[in-house]
């Protein structure tokens, strides 16, 4: 390879990281939304790396069974092992991802252009060409849905792996060492299948791939790669045998949803229309559309005619023309597990698009390079004037997507934000109402929660979450007996809801009934043995209870499962000062503090024990710590020091 060429491969690749990375800048510190806390916040296997086989094993109420994303858990609990579940090393991972699914598209691009029988006006432009594509496909704002939004590194991941494998294959079609290749092809879509279920298709890509670049015919490319293609067999067989063993995820069963597969096959065709549109024009981006079924003409018959048109040319290219086809197969073939006849529960998510958009940016900037190379050809524009005018249109696109990402990013900087976003986008889904008015709850202003999932209840009069969600902001708003009604009616409607029990025990604790309250987060407790929270709120009751002994237990588990747990520190703490045990509660307080700096009743209970220990200087020093957080507080904790009259050391 020609030194120039070298130096504008590595420029143009420094190009891509710097521009992205700029473009993401702003989410880096962004906070676990929606999914995220089911899949990671909560996820056990993620809090240990040994022994390797638990962090594939998730436990079911009879047995154990594989995670059916075992790679992307894996990752997750080397992001845990790297900070817990501080979501900046899961951010970093994120867009280190989409990065290297960046170059790798650039790769592609480029070796493909570069390939035997391309014009040689395009294996010219190679190198440009491939920045062209990989820089717009990795600023698009859809891939925010991707990047940004953590979970959905079960998306970007398979992507990149997806990509992998592609790229292997050209480099083992095209390479001395082509079984090296082809080994890291197999592996490449091995890992890809192991990240999402999506990536079944990566076999047919592959295969579409080499006809139409590499081989020639199918015959072809089994004649020259037949090892290959039996290592992707055998990653087939493999993929379906973790499906087996794994826990089926409810949103691919298809089992117990108010609509059938004809419903959600022509509903489909609106939801496709909709990502082509986003594809060109990129507003508005929506994270939880509630996207309806389509029931009755006027909701079909636009998506049928675009969609079902650009099936038809699709697949009248991929017999007449297979390389403009592959782009059409690439799109359909893709998206096809999440948006054919495959009912799930969800119509609509942006992040589906990670992988389909390459296709759809390709198939844009070839057309836009014919474009100008008619232009050239037909003496209307010099070269030189060409060149320019397509860098400046290039420079020009990036910008616009890059600013675009960047803002989009800013929706996600808290839930709060996030959510008021969506309900503003889709204001009659009613989860987009309650995890606003949840975000409300846990950013501590229930008072603005009640309105939204009230809302919700009213759209979804049966809808356990909101329900739950509306008795927890009651109880933050000191309105345990209004809370009561509500939390038994999300147990009604799921006897095995572990958080409305936990939330229904600690409106009784508040209530003054701790009996009442064990019950209830015995329960919880049973259902789901991690809940610390409910551990917690438990040894508060058996605290009510005058049984600190019994209270003991509760509250270290609990501290065992969350080392920061602020308010079983902060309880453990009172528990071993009931018990006299004071040199055990300033242990506990100060821990406390330190999970919490501004926890204020942890350091006026700090300064009580050390007082009961005689530790009057450090109880000076607390106190001195506390003015600055609560000085009601803090005046409390002064009159407790002898020798100071009130007026303070």
């Known amino acids: 390879m020609p030194a120039g060429e ?18 993401y800048s702003n989410s880096l510190r962004s906070p676990f939304v929606f999914d995220d806390i089911s899949d990671i916040f909560d996820n056990t296997s993620i809090r240990h790396l040994w022994p390797l086989i638990k962090v594939f094993e ?12 075992p790679v992307v858990n894996l990752t997750w609990a080397i992001n845990y092992a790297m900070g817990g579940l501080d979501t900046l090393p899961y951010h970093l991972t994120n867009l280190a991802i989409h990065l290297l699914a960046a170059v790798t598209l650039f790769g592609i691009v480029r070796r493909t252009l570069a390939l035997t029988g391309i014009p040689e006006r395009m294996s010219r432009k190679a190198l440009p060409l491939g920045l062209a594509v990989a820089l717009i496909w990795a600023l698009h704002p859809l891939q925010t849905h991707a990047v940004t939004y953590i979970t959905q590194r079960y998306e970007s991941l398979m992507g990149l792996f997806y990509l992998g494998a592609l790229y292997c294959l050209i480099r083992a079609g095209t390479s001395n060492q082509g079984r090296v290749w082809a080994g890291g092809c197999v592996a490449a879509a091995m890992l890809a299948m ?77 939801v496709i229309l909709h990502y082509v549109r986003l594809s060109l024009w990129p507003q508005p981006l929506v994270l939880d559309y509630g996207w309806p079924i389509a029931r009755g003409v006027r909701q079909i018959l636009p998506g049928a005619v675009v969609v079902g048109g650009l099936a038809v040319v699709s697949v009248y290219a991929l017999v007449r023309w297979p390389r403009l086809g592959l782009l059409g197969a690439w799109f359909f073939l893709i998206l096809a597990p999440t948006s054919s006849i495959l009912p799930i529960a969800d119509l609509a998510f ?55 990402t ?72 000191g309105n345990p007996e209004k809370a009561i009604g509500y939390l038994q009616e999300a147990i009604r409607l799921k006897p095995d809801f572990a958080s409305a029990l936990h939330n229904l025990g600690t409106a009784y604790v508040d209530l003054g009934n701790p009996e009442k309250a064990i019950g209830y987060l015995l329960e919880a407790i049973r259902l789901k043995p991690d809940f610390a929270n409910a551990l917690n709120i438990l040894g508060s009751a058996y605290m009510d ?34 018990l006299g045990m004071f040199e055990g509660s300033v242990e506990y307080f100060r821990r406390a503090t330190k999970a919490s700096p501004n926890f204020s009743a942890a350091y006026y209970n700090l300064g009580i024990s050390l007082l009961e220990l005689g530790r009057n200087t450090e109880a000076i020093a607390v106190w001195r710590a506390l003015q600055k957080i609560d000085l009601a507080l803090a005046q409390e904790l002064r009159r407790q020091i002898p020798g100071t009259g009130g007026s303070g050391p």
């Open 6 to 23: 070298l130096v504008s491969r590595w420029f143009f690749i420094a190009l891509i990281v710097v521009s992205t990375v700029a473009a």
């Open 58 to 69: 998730i436990g079911t109420d009879s047995a154990v069974a594989l995670h059916n994303r």
């Open 194 to 270: 192991g990240s999402k279920e999506v990536a079944v298709s990566a076999p047919i890509c592959l295969l579409l791939y080499d006809r139409a670049f590499l081989a020639g015919s199918v015959r072809e490319a089994w004649a020259r790669r037949r090892g290959l293609y039996l290592g992707l067999l055998g990653v087939w067989l493999g993929f379906a045998l973790l499906q087996l063993l794994s826990v089926s995820r409810s949103s691919w069963a298809g089992g117990g949803l108010p609509y059938s597969m004809w419903e959600y096959a022509l509903s489909q065709l609106g």
């Open 350 to 404: 942006l992040h589906r698009m990670y992988l389909p958009l390459a296709a759809i940016v390709v198939l844009a900037v070839l057309g836009g390079e014919a474009v100008v190379d008619t232009m050239v050809r037909r003496g209307w524009l010099g070269e030189r004037g060409a060149a320019a005018a397509t860098m400046s249109a290039l420079a020009a696109v990036a910008m616009t997507l890059g600013v675009g």
């Open 406 to 477: 960047w803002q989009r990013n800013r929706d996600f900087e808290s839930n709060v934000s996030i959510w008021l976003d969506t309900v503003a986008k889709a204001p009659g889904h009613a989860r987009a109402l309650n995890n606003l008015g949840s975000a409300y709850v846990k950013h501590g202003d229930p008072e603005k929660a009640v309105g939204y999932l009230q809302g919700a209840i009213r759209l979804k009069p049966n809808y356990a979450d909101a329900l739950n969600n509306l008795g927890l902001a009651y109880v933050d708003l």
């Open 545 to 578: 209870l005058g049984d600190p002994e019994k209270a003991v237990g509760y509250l270290q588990e609990a501290i065992r499962l969350e080392p920061s747990h602020d308010l079983a520190l902060n309880n453990l703490g009172k528990v071993y000062g009931m």
